[in-house]
Nanobody, 122 residues
Framework: QLQASGGELVQPGESLTLSCTASDLTLDYYAIGWFRQGPGKEREGVACITSNGRSTYYLDSVEDRFTISRDKAKNMVYLLLNSLRPDDTAVYFC?????????????????WGQGTLVTVSS
């Protein structure tokens, strides 16, 4: 139901925008989170935005580099990744939680999309 896109191979320091959309789900009513899973690593929460878009959460290591936003008219959520580093390499997933609040726990998300691969390498 959710689809993440926009991942590609980039060089360190470059930027990328990931998109999350849903074909049969109105994202307005959901908190949306972005997660990532690097090679040999656990899936971790990177960012979250509340259903009204007024509150956000960021993983400490990305807080000054990534920005989550949502466009209700387009039923989409974005993750802008700036100043990318090799350790940002991962498959990135978007997920929807049926709540208005920020959600950081994976188990509280109701819907998950297939991921999109971001590779940061020179």
């Amino acid at each position: 139901q959710l689809q993440a896109s926009g991942g590609e191979l980039v060089q360190p320091g470059e930027s990328l925008t990931l998109s999350c959309t849903a074909s049969d789900l109105t994202l307005d009513y959901y908190a949306i989170g972005w997660f990532r899973q690097g090679p040999g690593k656990e899936r971790e929460g990177v960012a979250c935005i509340t259903s009204n878009g007024r509150s956000t959460y960021y993983l400490d290591s990305v807080e000054d580099r990534f920005t989550i936003s949502r466009d209700k008219a387009k039923n989409m959520v974005y993750l802008l990744l700036n100043s990318l580093r090799p350790d940002d390499t991962a498959v990135y997933f978007c997920a929807a939680a049926r709540t208005a609040a920020v959600v950081t726990q994976k188990a509280l998300y109701n819907y998950w999309g297939q991921g999109t691969l971001v590779t940061v390498s020179s």
